[in-house]
């Protein structure tokens, strides 16, 4: 085995050059996939934080049939007494659940007493939202000095372009008009309090309040809730702790429905599309190396048919034949790997040092990208598959050959 | 008992559809530890009947035995297997691995095919290497020695398996006539010393004297047999 593999990288490098040239464009699909992994991994990873650690939190709760109508902001489907207690229990017994956020979400019109336009808003309670979304203070223009009451009774949080339009300043004093949900109007004065940002630029229309302030507004006797925001203690166990809840806290007769970030972001769309082209920059490798090696290889047992013969003569088995080319292409591929990983895990480092950061919507991503150790693992076992499936034709030719053929041939 | 034993052995190629026999009926006995050459002129059938002789090839018709061996009865492994136990060969062009040293090229038949113990293996190459003066250019590649270095290689090459034959096809082709002799010197010690079969081709007439019987070969057949004295026997 070892005798093997040392005549297969002695071969290898007899003919450096071409074995350089092909091992190089290896490595380099190497070191793309690598390179490309890190940074798209560390882009998804940032981004998703964004979003869950600013809006939306890691899973939501709703009264079932909210989330098909949402766009209604329906105030006739939400949550209270018993069915919000039994669910705020379960949340609290759940030792993956680090925080949960309770929200009244509704559309009201908010005037400045001479222009009127329209508003989503989250009614929330500051220290829970906080905690379930610990980036959302990052997003008030002019900092918050205590997090966990960035919103007091009476304030409003308004999206900057709705300030813009509406000529307002932080400190005047609007009215915000809404139809709870028996169709009652109701109005009431409050103060702006500070400037929010929309996570995805300029358009965004949602804005935040206490949420004391829009029971009084939405004439709310009872606290009825409409969505439950859940932040997990552990990212990477959001499908196991989804299955959790839904298997032991969600049956059809509790009326409620539960929602990963991904069934409620259009961004998950995007991160398929990272997902995809992960695979397809994974597929130009495999491409990559199936004709590198598959050429080099046929070119090999061509240029060496008469060292065949000899080997033949002397009574290598054709199954050793076979062998020995398989491991000259292995060799290759692995030679290839090593230092593509190598150059892939440095180029990565180095990014490291010097984080790239770039604007998405109004958030500032900052990639610093990881090492994909899976990606890695993964890179490395296709690259070995593809270098032997690769070899395997030209491998078995040369195993074969009738040795007098090969003797004989100039 | 003969080592080798031709009987009306035909061997036809067929190319572009049209056979062309290179041998046609050859009777031949071949006895063991013989020192034997075949002389012909190009296309007389010399390198088909050492393919056949080393069971590199099947005839197409007649029985070959070599060794008490039936070839027409091996498949590709068993021939394999039957070429690495009893036959050593010698090439014009010598054949030696690029990228083995000399010490490799003679350890492959006994590493990679037949497997001999490493104290055994080291033995018997750096004994054979000294036999035909290589042990100072052991650690050398084919491309760092000369043309006849590389030939004794290929000759400790073939004899280190202690094979019952050798078969050189032209081994003095790609060399000058005192290397030439001095190849076919090696060869004839190691008939004398381990009693191997060596039988070998050649253009050249000053190295066929060497042999102790010369085959005649034209147009696949075979027309004479001489003795050292150069006294033709019949066939």
């Avoid at chain 1, 892939?344 to 480092?349: A, E, Q, Y």
């Amino acid at each position: 085995m070892n005798n093997v593999i040392v005549i297969a990288i002695r071969n290898l490098f007899r003919y450096k050059r071409r074995t350089f040239l092909t091992s190089s464009l290896i490595a380099f699909g190497v070191i793309l996939v690598i390179v490309f992994g890190g940074l798209a991994i560390a882009f998804k990873t940032q981004m998703i934080g964004t979003l869950t650690n600013t809006a939306l939190g890691d899973l939501q709760i709703h009264k079932k049939g909210y989330v098909e109508s949402i766009d209604n902001l329906p105030l006739n489907l939400t949550m209270s007494g018993t069915t919000l207690a039994e669910v705020e229990s379960s949340l609290q017994q759940n030792s993956s659940v680090a925080a949960y956020s309770l929200r009244v979400k509704f559309g009201a019109m908010i005037s400045n007493y001479t222009q009127t336009s329209n508003i989503r808003l989250s009614a929330v309670h500051p220290e829970l939202e906080n905690r379930t979304c610990p980036g959302l203070v990052g997003r008030i223009k002019g900092g918050v000095s205590d997090p966990d009451s960035f919103l007091k009774p009476g304030e409003l949080l308004v999206p900057d372009n709705l300030m813009k339009g509406l000529g307002l300043n932080v400190g005047d004093e609007i009215v915000l008009v809404a139809t709870n949900k028996d169709g009652s109007v109701n109005g009431i004065p409050l103060r702006i309090g500070a400037v929010i940002e929309s996570i995805l630029g300029p358009g965004g229309k949602d804005g935040y309040m206490h949420i004391e302030d829009a029971k009084t507004l939405l004439r709310m006797d009872n606290t009825e809730i409409v969505e439950i925001a859940v932040h997990l203690k552990d990212f990477g166990q959001l499908s196991a702790v989804f299955s959790e809840l839904k298997r032991t806290m969600f049956s059809d007769e509790a009326g409620i429905e539960l929602h990963t970030w991904e069934q409620l972001s259009p961004f998950a769309s995007i991160v398929r599309i990272v997902d995809l082209l992960i695979f397809m920059v994974r597929f130009i490798l495999i491409s990559i190396v199936l004709v590198s090696i598959l050429n080099i290889m046929t070119m090999s047992v061509y240029e060496r048919i008469s060292e065949i013969g000899t080997l033949a003569a002397m009574g290598t088995r054709p199954a050793r034949v076979l062998f020995m080319f398989l491991a000259e292409g292995f060799a290759m591929g692995l030679l290839s790997t090593v230092a593509g990983v190598i150059i892939g895990i440095g180029s990565l480092s180095l990014m490291t040092l010097t984080p790239i950061v770039f604007t998405f919507g109004m958030m500032q991503v900052t990639l610093m990208p990881d090492i994909p150790f899976q990606e890695v693992l993964l890179v490395t076992g296709i690259v070995m598959f593809v270098s032997v499936f690769a070899g395997l034709h030209p491998a078995y030719k040369a195993s074969q050959m009738e040795p007098v053929d090969a003797l004989g041939h100039v | 008992m003969a080592l080798i034993k031709l009987e009306n052995v035909t061997k036809i190629y067929s190319s572009a559809d049209v056979p062309v026999a290179a041998l046609k009926g050859i009777d031949l006995e071949i006895e063991r530890s013989a020192f034997v050459s075949f002389i012909g002129p190009s296309g007389s059938g010399k390198t088909t009947l050492l393919n056949l002789m080393g069971v590199l090839d099947k005839p197409t018709e007649g029985t070959l035995v070599v060794n008490d061996v039936d070839i027409r009865s091996l498949d590709r492994a068993e021939a394999a297997t039957f070429r690495a136990n009893t036959i050593g060969f010698v090439f014009q062009n010598f054949n030696l691995i690029p990228v083995l040293t000399v010490y490799e090229n003679v350890e492959y038949p006994l590493l990679m095919v037949k497997r001999v113990p490493a104290k055994e293996r080291s033995s018997r190459i750096l004994d054979l290497l000294e036999r035909v003066g290589m042990t100072d250019h052991k650690d050398k590649l084919p491309n760092q020695i000369s043309g006849g270095q590389k030939q004794r290689v290929a000759v400790a090459r073939a004899l280190v398996t202690n094979p019952r034959l050798v078969l050189a096809d032209e081994p003095t082709a790609n060399l000058d006539h005192a290397t030439a002799f001095k190849v076919i010197a090696i060869m004839h010690e190691m008939q004398k010393e381990l009693g191997t079969t060596f039988i070998f081709s050649t253009h050249d007439p000053k190295i066929v004297g060497e042999a102790e019987i010369l085959y005649t070969l034209e147009d696949g057949v075979l027309v004479s047999r001489d003795t050292p004295e150069r006294i033709e026997v019949p066939l």
